[in-house]
């Protein structure tokens, strides 16, 4: 059972537009969301992150929106650009007493047309 | 500063074989984790070691064995490789930060295909 829900699968948007990809959860124990970002043959990298408290985290053109009560969240990247074209997963970590576990989303691969 | 290095980066078995993947990391963290990559399928968590000495399984662990071999390395173990393992396999370690936050950091990856 996938614990993190995400859509779309693959998204294609023209240069300068915003791309949306969104996640959803149903582990309301889940008290860390981070979005990775993965490039052909390389390791995901940590992109941001948000914690439950909050609804929105922004960092340069990446904004993070949270809704706790639907237990959902999504990635907004504004003026995307060909650069961003790489595949992109949603997480949910949760505390346990023995560390934290991450549950990852299914990806999206993203493409910028220029 | 080499981050988290993974060996081999290739490898091919046939069914049935044995094989060790190797991670280690130079970061200091507590935390370590083992990852397939599937098509399709996310990454999913094979196991994970919270601190040097302890190790716990993930979502999918059936086949696999882990040694938290001191803080720095972490190995997985395929006793008797099938196809159904043919997949990309990420190391990753983490360390708490701030206000409860962690960040990941990944290997490059070991490609394994088994036939």
């Known amino acids: 059972q996938q614990q993190v829900k995400q859509s779309p699968q693959s998204l294609i948007v023209q240069k300068g537009g915003i791309s949306i990809i969104n996640c959803a959860y149903e582990?309301?124990?889940?008290?860390?969301f981070p979005w990775y970002q993965q490039f052909p043959g390389k390791g995901p990298a940590l992109l941001i992150a948000?914690?439950?408290?909050?609804s929105e985290k922004k960092e340069g053109r990446f904004t993070i929106s949270f809704n706790k009560s639907a237990k959902q969240f999504s990635l907004h990247i504004m003026d995307s650009q060909p650069g961003d074209s790489a595949t992109y997963f949603c997480?949910?970590?949760?505390?346990?007493?023995?560390?934290?576990?991450?549950?990852f989303g299914t990806g999206t691969s993203l493409t910028v047309i220029p | 500063n080499a981050g988290v290095t993974q060996t081999p980066k290739f490898q091919v078995l046939k069914t049935g074989q044995s094989m060790t993947l190797q991670c280690a990391q130079d970061?200091?963290?507590?935390?370590m984790y083992w990852y397939r990559q599937d098509p399709g399928m996310g990454l999913r968590l094979i196991y994970y070691?919270?601190?040097?000495?302890?190790?716990d399984k993930g979502e999918v662990p059936n086949g696999y064995n882990v040694s938290r071999l001191n803080k720095r390395e972490f190995s997985l173990r395929l006793e008797s490789a099938a196809p159904s393992q043919t997949s990309v396999y990420f190391c990753?370690?983490?360390?708490?930060?701030?206000?409860?936050?962690?960040?990941?950091?990944f290997g490059p990856g070991t490609r394994l295909t088994v036939t």
């Open positions: 997480a949910a970590s949760r505390s346990t007493g023995a560390g934290n576990q991450f549950y």
């Open positions: 990753a370690s983490s360390e708490a930060l701030a206000r409860r936050t962690y960040e990941q950091y």
């Open positions: 970061m200091n963290h507590n935390s």
């Open positions: 070691s919270a601190s040097e000495g302890t190790t």
């Open positions: 948000i914690r439950p408290d909050v």
């Open positions: 582990n309301t124990a889940f008290d860390y």
